[in-house]
């Protein structure tokens, strides 16, 4: 089976510019993460959906981060304007409320680097 | 608001010996403790679970669980090379589905 698969894998752009980050998660999960990873602060979460709801998004930096799950097999993270402090690797993960609640399976992550 | 607390190392060890990374965390309603591994340039993955207070064994590792000092650990037994890797310890609170991650230990096992 396939895995949870983001895109694009590497992405650099310049400060103000739009970024869209994808995902598709494994078939069959109900849950879908959106995470940030940096050296300083680890793997922060951003945003929760549970069939394609947003339930958590406290993690969202601000308004210039957005998150949408159209149905269960997509889901998107904008960043506009982008800024150079955005730069991280963005994982995507899914998981399933029915199995080991807390068992997670990542994407290979979509390394942004903002100039 | 929930923390979860790792030495973020590194962690260095001979080949063969025992590696022991701990992780402390601060909601004592927390029910279900991970242990995922990440290889450099890489994406986490799920090595150990463990929810009763105790010792729980699989194969090399083993995970430790003591809900009264709010700390789980994980042990390597005969350490590998490619053990080596950051470790990142995760904590759920009961009737929440988002773990909280620690920052990870990185591990380095060293011939």
């Known amino acids: 089976d396939a895995g949870v698969i983001q895109s694009p894998r590497h992405e650099v752009t310049e400060m103000g510019q739009e970024v869209t980050l994808r995902c598709k998660p494994i078939s069959g999960h109900n849950s879908l993460f959106w995470y940030r990873q940096t050296m300083m602060r680890g793997l922060e979460l951003l945003i929760y959906?549970?069939?394609?709801?947003?339930?958590?998004d406290s993690g969202m930096p601000e308004d210039r981060f957005s998150a949408k799950m159209p149905n269960a097999s997509f889901s998107t993270l904008k960043i506009q304007p982008s800024e150079p402090r955005d730069s991280a690797v963005y994982f995507c993960?899914?998981?399933?409320?029915?199995?080991?609640?807390?068992?997670?399976?990542f994407g290979e992550g979509s390394r942004l680097t903002v100039l | 608001q929930k923390e979860v607390e790792q030495n973020s190392g590194p962690l260095s060890v001979p080949e063969g010996a025992i590696a022991s990374l701990n992780c402390t965390y601060s909601d004592r309603g927390s029910q279900s403790f991970f242990w995922y591994r990440q290889y450099s340039g890489k994406s986490p993955e799920l090595i150990m679970f463990?929810?009763?207070?105790g010792d729980k064994e699989d194969g090399r590792f083993t995970a430790q669980l003591n809900k009264a000092s709010q700390y789980v650990s994980l042990l390597i037994r005969d350490s590998q090379p490619s053990d080596s890797a950051t470790y990142l310890c995760?904590?759920?609170?009961?009737?929440?589905?988002?773990?909280?991650f620690g920052r990870g230990t990185s591990l380095i096992v060293h011939p």
């Open positions: 993960a899914s998981s399933t409320t029915t199995g080991l609640t807390g068992e997670l399976f």
């Open positions: 995760a904590v759920l609170s009961g009737g929440s589905y988002i773990p909280t």
């Open positions: 463990i929810y009763s207070n």
């Open positions: 959906f549970n069939n394609n709801v947003p339930i958590d």
